[in-house]
């Protein structure tokens, strides 16, 4: 009799196990099937805290906007290229090198629209981590989030704007200063190339005389000044490279992009930035 009760609890202990094991397995294949059904989940969504989310959103947001960066410096090489294309075509007058030139401005020009003009592509991680800060109310948990606030939510685009504008005035400073020693680059590169091309266009006479003279030395005097012109020139444009404008240009460019940086590391900045793309403040 006892034999027949001690395997009626162990038949009935087996039984339980097992209901315990397929209720397990049935728990966790839910998980993977809601994480491979719903676009940017992942298994253990649910169990995130609000911490969690945000550091994870964060994470998104900068890897996006290193993207941006790293687009924006490819353009900027382009720009130095297009700089030095434009001077190559001022000194010598070749035709054939200033429509290179027009043609990589353009190029260039329309690069550079597309990048600024451009939306954020969809991102499937960040949409579901904001249904994940929706559904577990984290836009009301205070400031445990870093940078988020109660009512952020009912944010207009003004008030966005109006807080954001004590960070736009931190960068303003290092944003003139890299915008003046860039303008006067410019300036010094304009002039120089001025300066070579009226240098080129006097040697024209020089050739246009040689064409004349049939002993063939006018020839060879126009082709010795024309080395010589070249030389010079090349001098002068790796000066302009080395002085002391170009180092103050890029230090100030440097400077820019690092105080920037350290901003993208400042929790509420980035939530006003979310809050501003989330309602469309841009577009208004």
Known sequence: MRTKRSDARSARSRSAWLNLVA???????ANCAVAEGVPGAKAGDEALSCDQIYA??????????????????ALKLQEKS??????????????VVGTAANAQALGLA???????????????RKERLRQLWTQKNCTTSGSAAGGAKPADDAMTCEQIA??????????????QAAARSQQQLNEQAMALGEKQHLENSA????????????TGAGKRAAQAATFGMQAKHKAESDALRDSPQYGQTQSNAEQMVAQGQQLQGDARLQQLIRLGQEKHCTAK
């Open 56 to 73: 994870e959103g964060m994470a998104e947001t900068q890897a996006e906007q290193q993207a941006r960066n790293q687009k924006a410096q």
């Open 203 to 214: 040697l024209g006479g020089l050739w246009s005389a040689a064409n004349f003279d049939p």
């Open 23 to 29: 209720a397990l397995g049935a728990a966790m294949w």
């Open 110 to 124: 329309e690069s550079t629209n597309r990048l600024a003009d451009a939306p954020n592509q969809p991102n499937a």
């Open 82 to 95: 297009l700089i030095g294309t434009i001077g190559a075509a001022m000194a010598t007058a070749n035709p």
């Open 162 to 175: 109006t807080e954001m504008a004590p960070y736009a005035q931190r960068m303003a400073p290092s944003v």
